[in-house]
């Protein structure tokens, strides 16, 4: 075990130190112990690297708010430990970690295994509405529930110690850091990329899986090439707890048959592939002088076009099911105004740096009072949650917008915005 600085994780080793790397991934909300009963199998044959999330089981509360930031880090931190090349399994949040890792850098990554997990999870709806619980109400509605969602019914009562370390599990993990895991969570989607994966896979998930079941394993296995599909009976969302002994015989059998031959030598060295010839590309013709000039302005042919870039704002900030009705109901008389909204109020507005989107939501909802536009305060209420403003920052909003707009306006405001927090920050049981 090992405390890392912030661009890395809390690790720990266990295995012959002379054996190939095999890199554990937990899911959101856990620890590297929910691998504990596959570690002794596992290391007899491989040098097993486990990992915490940043703010979990200890580790250093450095927030990650994206899949791709999280991959990037378990790489320093193998970098430090001199690890290069490694088979991963990883479960759910830790799968998803693995599958970036399988698309970014291939060359690292010798075989997969993904559990309980998904090219998209969820919608990123849910998943800011976790936030937005967690954030009002801290990690013991998450945590009282967690079994719901990781065990079936029957684990779960013949097994009350292993169902209370679990909610303890959550409980003390930073609520910070799991926020960002969900944001990180909202935003992955690798649904179009799953064929560019190109290492053996194995897809394993638990049949009572509720979160990330039977057909979110299938479409992995329809999208990646090298993979296989394996359904442990009897389990839910954390089949490596629940069904041990299936899932660690699984793994030994994948990464045991599908591990890439790359260690031929007494050290384990990486074997190249022989170089093949490459054919130097002919010259370029040569430009006319017009399209030279043209071909120097760099900032017409790099910009993104700015309705690609507020649609992605747009969702983040009003979410999914909000700009999808929007969009649904536009026709030839009202879509040229969905398209400006998009273009201008969220792809050029939205998307200045000058100013957070916590700052943003803030001016939207004093403006909204100004104007006495309650529907559209509901919507920037529920927005500003999801962007980080609390609910007794929104209050403090509205009550500055009593001296500046009038007592009248903000009376109106406070009901709405009552309402949308009280819907917003009750946890569901």
């Known amino acids: 075990m090992s405390e890392m600085p912030s661009n890395t994780l809390q690790y720990r080793f ?5 054996a190939p790397v095999l890199i554990l991934g937990p899911s959101l909300g856990t620890t590297w112990h929910m691998w504990d009963r596959q570690i002794p199998e596992l290391a007899k044959q491989w040098r097993v690297f486990r990992f915490d999330l940043p703010g979990h089981g200890g580790a ?19 970098d430090e430990v001199g690890v290069q090349r490694f088979g991963y399994a990883g479960c759910s949040l830790g799968g998803a970690i693995g ?68 909610v303890q599990m959550v409980r003390t993990t930073d609520p910070g850091c799991y926020i960002a895991a969900c944001e990180a969570l909202a935003a992955f989607d690798i649904r179009a990329e799953l064929g560019a994966i190109g ?27 090298d993979a ?38 007494g050290q384990h060295a990486i074997v190249a592939a022989p170089a093949k010839p490459v054919l130097a590309p002919p010259p370029p013709p040569v430009a006319p002088v017009a ?50 909204i998009t273009r201008y109020t969220w792809g050029e507005i939205w998307n200045r740096p000058g100013l957070d989107r916590r700052m943003r939501s803030s001016v939207a909802l004093t403006a909204l009072v100004v104007g006495g536009h ?38 109106s405001a406070f009901k709405v915005a009552q309402q949308v927090i009280r819907e917003e920050t009750t946890p569901q049981e």
């Open 228 to 265: 296989r599909l394996a359904v442990v009976p009897g389990a839910s969302h954390l089949a490596p707890v629940e069904q041990p002994a299936a899932v660690t015989d699984l793994l030994v059998r994948h990464f045991s048959s599908a591990w890439i031959p790359a260690y031929e030598t």
């Open 199 to 225: 290492v053996p896979t194995l897809v394993l998930v638990g049949s009572e899986d509720q979160v990330t079941g039977p057909a979110q394993a299938r479409t992995l296995v329809a999208g990646i090439p």
């Open 14 to 18: 266990d295995g012959p130190e002379e």
């Open 99 to 166: 599958a970036e890792l399988a698309l970014r850098h291939p060359q690292r990554v010798a075989s997969l295994a993904l559990i309980a997990a998904s090219p998209r999870f969820g919608t990123a709806d849910e998943f800011r509405q976790r936030g937005v619980i967690v954030r009002s109400n801290g990690l013991d509605p998450i945590a009282r529930t967690s079994p719901e969602r990781w065990f079936t019914s029957g684990f779960a009562a013949a097994q009350p110690a292993i169902t209370d370390w679990a």
């Open 60 to 78: 250093p509360a450095h927030p990650v708010g994206s899949v791709a930031e999280l991959a990037d880090r378990l790489l320093a931190t193998l």
């Open 291 to 340: 399209e030279i000039a043209a071909a120097a302005q760099p900032e017409a042919a790099v910009r993104p076009d700015p309705h690609d870039v507020g649609l992605k704002v747009r969702r983040a900030v009003l979410g999914d099911a909000h700009v999808d009705q929007a969009l649904a109901t536009s026709d030839d008389f009202s879509g040229d105004f969905q398209e400006f």
């Open 374 to 411: 309650l529907d559209e305060l509901a919507a920037h209420t529920r927005a500003a949650l999801r962007s980080g403003l609390t609910a007794d920052e929104i209050k403090e909003v509205l009550l500055q917008t009593a001296v500046y707009c009038g007592v009248p306006a903000a009376s």
